[in-house]
């Protein structure tokens, strides 16, 4: 059972860093909606999850658990209700790592008085790709992170993804090379100021 104790952003308004602008997202053919997620999103952000991480997807209770500790720092994009695209976000507080074993209990490091936005995951599914909607969710990404009046965002990057994330104001800090031991790409940390 999904326990409604999410963490409230400063305002108490779930959502309200995103203006009606961010919300929607013009596609060629298709408007696509953009919110904040709520439990119901869960079994359309795990189809989604599954269809881009296959066997290495995030399980439905961590993607629950992960909702729950800190509900502003998930976002979904619906295309006709369907979850298309979403990203998951924690705050903390002076977390260094090298391993993904080290925070994947993402809800043990979240702190709601932490100065530090740190990207969980990212994905769009294949169909809506390169069509800039992962640019989007960055934008929206920050926008979050300045409202709670934090310092910076960090995420590891994929090394292959590193041009896209520059161009979406990221700057390279170290490859972290223990990240996710046996996997074929190089992890990067990478961040952005916020402030
Ligand atoms: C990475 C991802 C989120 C980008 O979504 P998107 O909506 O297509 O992103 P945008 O349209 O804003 O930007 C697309 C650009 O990102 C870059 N890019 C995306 N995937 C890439 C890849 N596998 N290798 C290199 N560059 C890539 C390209 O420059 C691309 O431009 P192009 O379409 O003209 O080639 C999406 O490809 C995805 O879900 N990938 C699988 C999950 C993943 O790797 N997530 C990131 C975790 S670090």
């Known amino acids: 059972m999904f326990q409604d104790t ?11 860093f995103l203006s009606p602008e961010d919300c929607l997202y013009q596609m060629p ?3 696509l909606i953009i919110s904040t997620a709520c439990p119901e999103d869960i079994p359309g952000i795990h189809a989604l999850e599954t269809v881009i991480e296959g ?3 995030a399980s439905r209770t961590a993607l ?21 695209g979403y990203l998951q976000s924690t705050i903390w507080k002076n977390t260094v790592f090298a391993r993904f074993a080290e925070i994947c209990d993402f809800a043990k490091w979240h702190r709601n008085d932490g100065d530090e936005l740190y990207l969980i995951f990212l994905g769009v599914h ?18 979050l992170g300045k409202f709670y009046g934090l ?27 223990d990240f996710l031991p046996g996997e074929a790409f190089s992890p990067f940390l990478m961040q952005k100021r916020l402030a």
């Open 29 to 31: 053919d298709k408007d």
């Open 55 to 57: 066997p290495g997807a």
């Open 126 to 143: 294949p169909k809506f790709r390169s069509n800039g909607l992962a640019g989007h969710l960055l934008a929206c990404l920050t926008k």
């Open 64 to 84: 629950e658990e992960r909702l729950q500790m800190f509900r502003d720092g998930s976002l979904v994009v619906k295309c006709d209700d369907r979850v298309v």
């Open 6 to 16: 999410y963490f409230e952003s400063p305002t108490g308004t779930k959502g309200c």
């Open 151 to 177: 310092r910076r965002i960090t995420l590891v990057a994929k090394n292959h993804l590193i041009p896209f994330y520059e161009r979406n104001g990221f700057q390279t800090v170290k490859e972290l090379p």
